[in-house]
């Protein structure tokens, strides 16, 4: 395993799936995209490679969160799959999002008590 | 529903999962360059970051459905490819494990039927059956009991909470229905059904009202008779058919499990004549009881004990007071001995495959090390724990699979085996089969085994690069090693020993005791039964003048040298027959003194001729004696010995049975001649039973005389016996055509059957120990090869060095030699210790017989010293050059 940058920080375990669900919120999009997304908008902070990813993306896919589907991609001549939230996968994460949510909350009153 | 064909659909989401990568992958590219990445590095360092595609499909493929069905479809193929590469190694395991297991299944089926679940009745270990030792005439065991006692302990009896009576197989001819045919019927009382809590299959067990003395006569059938005769029509019940001509009407049939007494028996009937009112001190009747809850055998021997000697003042003759009971469980009565050898067996074989699992390991060991290379090679490409698992489970698994598959059909064709030979009076012998059970356990042994193997290679992992490292040396192995395997060859030698000894044992006591002189000639000789039906033959005399004129008939056939007949013929399935207490004249028994007990028979004149026993004194019975009804008997040495110690026998007269309950005054007889002992129970008598014989009186008063109803009839011939069969069937039907022959055998099949549980007992014990050897010849031959082999270098500069080929064969034999002389020291002071176990089996051979044990040992050393010459003559003619660069 080459060495991550010390700005880089692992994910919380079972974080991954909720990430992914979130990327998809905009629209369709294809594995690629969804690991720039996350890395993009974490600032470069959360990578995600694809040993990581598609797991991720086959559990989601057997639980009926998402579903995947062969489309063309704008401006290029080929085509790569695209993956859309369903509307149990949008449930899903209303869930998890809360979930988190409230985690983090806890975590963060315990480590910087006001 | 799971799709099974899980290669197709692997092959279409393959390629989209490739196609998806693809994707990503010059997606990636594309973005790094982008950022300004020059290609070149762009396309390295997509390639970095993707490391293995490999291992990202393997960890989906895994996530998928069916994946673990898929995985293992694969590793079997591979296993099997694996081990088809290595064929020696593969085929010593698979036919090592298949005799281990084949042997254990097959010992265990046995095991099950015949020693764990003998009786298919309810609660059967409370059954106990009646059985009593006269102390005082030195005889052990008498299963017979005057049915004055069985009404004593109906009444008395508070350690039994059932009690049924019965005889054993009485022949009876069945006329009627089709052609006639001599049957087997067993004469009981009502209450046996509940005592033994068996419920007929179909119909009803006969009431105590229909066993009543004066009731018309009933009869269940056995499941085989029903099969046998009647084409297992429902339509039986309520048939009426003919006993011996007594119109009879079935009621029931039994189900298949039901042979009481024994397997041979096709129909029940009610003893009407067993009644209070008629009870008798003929000791003529077997009785079965159940204990009543919370009592104890003990108990109820004591107590069984003490109500017979509570007989004693009122019948003062008749010796109660010398009975004591030695009630034994019905399961043990029935076994009897071959229990403790089935159990011993069970261990033996037990011991087999441990010992077959150890050789085995010992192959997967040799084989390990010659794989650590190639799994450490796996493992520096990623191979995880669970696949280096995988790998060696597989290969155990796809071993012991075949292995157990051809073990079950080395059992299947085992038990037939055992089957032929086992003797007639082992319970459910003829219903071991390979069942459920059998194919369960075999699976299970199967499966521990596999996982036990599987798992050896794993205890032996060493660090990858340190195994790397050394890999490349055939260094010797460990000291520590060699010293487990000496260990597990020492074992086998012992333990092929403890096997051989035994097996030994049991065939020399197998050659005694057909080398036992059975006191009559069994060559070409034809047997048979017929008995007269009551209605057409209604006394005495017109059954002398049928059996007479069926004497007389066989005697004109053609190649026929000499005919007689007996109402009992020795060793007649374990048989008393008839018997009752002697009283001498001019010796009146003191009150208190009891008279000796004999065993009569009835026979046509010639009989000791034909049978060629040989007339010690005086002389035999003639056809004159049987025409004029002399009074007249000739005893056997038994009976002199016991009546007549230190006299003269000839002229002394006596008579049986108690004589006030006698009709009219019963004469007195005159004993004319002593013949030599003929067995009745086995052919190995210890106490020789005493017997007398008598002419078949027609008239003659005689308390206690054989009845004539059925006789046994031996013609000897200058042909091959089975052929007069037929001829003799023919004759008999010009007599009466409703007599029908029943027993139709030679006297040899009747020696044969004497020994029946000899040699069956012979046969397993020769199947554990063939085995054993085996293995152990197999496992030391293999442990010796690997030691040689991995000796070669030494082994090349001792020759290159000048040792002669000759001294290196000796240092290496001497090696395996060594290990065996301690295997051979355990094992004879095993068999040595361990030879009471089997010390009542066996016949006239001491359990610790010097010949025995010197042959064996000379067998097994011989066979274990060639195991291990051979790699030791391999490994002396290497040549030192050829020896050092194999290394």
């Known amino acids: 395993m080459p060495k991550k940058a010390a700005s880089r920080v692992e994910l919380i375990h079972g974080t991954l799936d909720m990430l992914v669900l979130r990327a998809l919120v905009f629209g369709p999009l294809h594995g690629h995209a969804i690991a720039t997304y996350i890395q993009r908008t974490s600032e470069d902070v959360l990578r995600v490679d694809h040993g990581s990813l598609y797991p991720a993306i086959h559990r989601l896919k057997k639980r009926g969160w998402i579903v995947g589907s062969w489309e063309p991609m704008p401006d290029r001549n080929r085509e790569a799959k695209y993956y859309r939230l369903t509307a149990a996968g949008r449930k899903q994460l209303t869930t998890e999002h809360s979930k988190w949510r409230q985690l983090a909350r806890a975590i963060a009153r315990v480590m910087e008590p006001a | ?887």
Request: aromatic share 8%; hydrophobic share 50%; proline share 6%.
């Open chain 2, 1 to 887: 529903m799971p799709d099974f064909r899980f290669w197709r659909w692997r092959r279409q989401e393959d390629e989209e999962l490739d196609r998806e990568l693809d994707v990503h992958f010059a997606l990636e590219i594309e973005a790094q360059r982008e950022a300004g990445v020059p290609l070149r590095d762009a396309q390295l360092a997509a390639h970095r970051a993707f490391g293995s595609v490999a291992l990202t499909k393997e960890e989906l493929r895994d996530m998928r459905r069916g994946a673990a069905l898929e995985r293992l479809w694969q590793e079997t193929r591979h296993a099997a490819r694996r081990l088809l590469r290595s064929p020696a190694f593969a085929l010593a395991t698979v036919l090592t494990l298949a005799l281990a297991v084949g042997a254990n299944a097959a010992i265990f089926a046995v095991v099950y039927r015949v020693v764990l679940n003998p009786l298919p009745y309810g609660a059967s270990d409370r059954l106990v059956a009646l059985e009593f030792s006269i102390p005082i005439r030195n005889i052990p065991s008498v299963y017979f009991v005057p049915s004055r006692l069985y009404f004593q302990y109906l009444d008395r009896a508070r350690t039994l909470s059932g009690l049924a009576m019965y005889m054993g197989a009485n022949d009876v001819t069945l006329t009627g229905q089709g052609a006639p045919e001599r049957i087997r019927v067993s004469r009981t009382t009502s209450s046996l059904a509940s005592v033994l809590r068996v419920t007929p299959a179909q119909g009803r067990w006969f009431t105590d009202a229909e066993a009543a003395p004066g009731a018309s006569q009933v009869a269940v059938l056995s499941h085989g008779f029903w099969v046998r005769r009647f084409g297992q029509d429902p339509g039986v019940i309520g048939r009426p058919i003919s006993l011996d001509g007594v119109p009879t009407v079935v009621v029931g049939v039994m189900p298949s499990s039901y042979a009481f007494p024994d397997p041979r028996i096709d129909a029940w009937v009610p003893a009407p004549f067993a009644t209070r009112t008629t009870a008798t001190d003929a000791y003529m009747f077997a009785v079965v009881g159940r204990l009543r809850d919370g009592a104890t055998i003990a108990e109820a021997r004591s107590e069984l004990t003490r109500l017979a000697v509570d007989l004693e003042p009122l019948y003062p003759t008749n010796g109660y007071r010398a009975l004591a009971s030695t009630a034994t469980r019905l399961l043990d009565a029935t076994v009897g001995s071959i229990a403790v050898t089935l159990w011993i067996l069970l261990v033996a074989v037990g011991l087999v495959l441990l010992v077959a699992c150890a050789n085995v390991a010992n192959l997967f060991l040799v084989r390990s090390e010659a794989k650590q290379r190639e799994i450490a090679v796996r493992r520096a490409l990623g191979a995880g724990n669970r696949a280096i698992v995988q790998y060696f489970l597989t290969e155990s698994a796809l071993l012991c699979a075949t292995g157990g598959a051809i073990g079950l059909a080395l059992a299947w064709a085992a038990l037939r085996v055992l089957v032929a030979f086992g003797p007639p009076n082992l319970p459910r012998l003829n219903e071991v089969a390979l069942d459920r059970l059998i194919l369960a356990f075999t699976f299970g042994l199967s499966l521990v085994t596999a996982l036990a193997l599987g798992s050896i290679p794993l205890l032996r992992f060493t660090p990858v690069i340190q195994s790397l490292h050394e890999s490349g040396r055939g260094s010797a192995a460990s000291q520590g090693r060699h010293h487990a395997r000496h260990l597990l060859m020492g074992v086998q030698v012992a333990l092929a020993l403890v096997l051989l000894v035994a097996s030994g044992l049991m065939l020399r006591s197998f050659q005694k005791l057909r080398a036992v002189d059975p006191g009559f000639d069994a060559t070409s000789t034809l047997t048979f039964r017929i008995g007269l039906p009551r209605t057409d033959y209604p006394d005495r005399g017109r059954m002398a003048v049928a059996h007479r004129a069926v004497v007389d008939r066989l005697s004109a056939l053609p190649g026929v040298s000499a005919v007689s007949a007996s109402t009992c013929l020795p060793l007649s399935e374990g048989q008393l027959c008839q018997g009752g207490p002697l009283f001498i004249e001019g010796h009146p028994f003191p009150p208190g003194a009891i008279p000796p007990f004999v065993a009569m028979r009835a026979i046509d004149g010639g009989y000791f001729d034909t049978m060629r026993t040989r007339v010690l004194r005086g002389r035999g019975i003639d056809r004159s004696d049987v025409d004029r009804e002399e009074p007249i008997v000739v005893v056997n040495q038994a009976l002199v010995n016991i009546a007549f110690p230190g006299q003269d026998p000839i002229g002394q007269r006596v008579r049986f049975g108690n004589p006030s309950l006698s009709r009219g005054s019963p004469e007195w007889l005159t004993i004319g001649g002593v013949v030599v002992n003929t067995p009745i129970f086995g052919l190995a008598e210890p106490n020789p039973f005493p017997q007398l014989y008598m002419p078949m009186f027609a008239s003659r008063n005689v308390n206690m005389a054989p009845r004539l109803d059925a006789m046994s009839f031996v013609v000897r011939t200058t042909l091959t016996p089975e052929a007069l069969a037929e001829p003799a069937r023919r004759a008999i039907g010009e007599v009466d055509s409703n007599l029908a022959l029943g027993q139709v055998r030679t006297l040899q099949d009747i020696l044969d059957r004497a020994a029946a549980q000899m040699a069956f007992t012979m046969v397993l014990l020769a199947i554990a120990a063939g085995v054993s050897l085996t293995l152990g010849v197999v496992g030391i031959y293999g442990a010796m090869s690997y030691i040689v082999t991995q000796r070669t270098g030494e082994i090349g500069v001792r020759l290159a060095l000048g040792a002669e080929p000759g001294n290196v064969a000796r240092m290496i034999v001497w090696q395996g030699g060594i290990v065996a002389l301690a295997g051979i020291t355990v094992g004879l002071a095993t068999a040595f210790a361990g030879g009471r176990l089997i010390e009542s089996l066996l016949y006239g051979v001491s359990p610790r017989d010097p010949g025995v044990f010197a042959g064996t040992t000379a067998l097994l050393l011989g066979v274990v010293l060639l195991a291990c010459w051979l790699p030791a003559r391999r490994a002396a003619r290497l040549s030192p050059l050829e020896a050092l660069r194999a290394d």
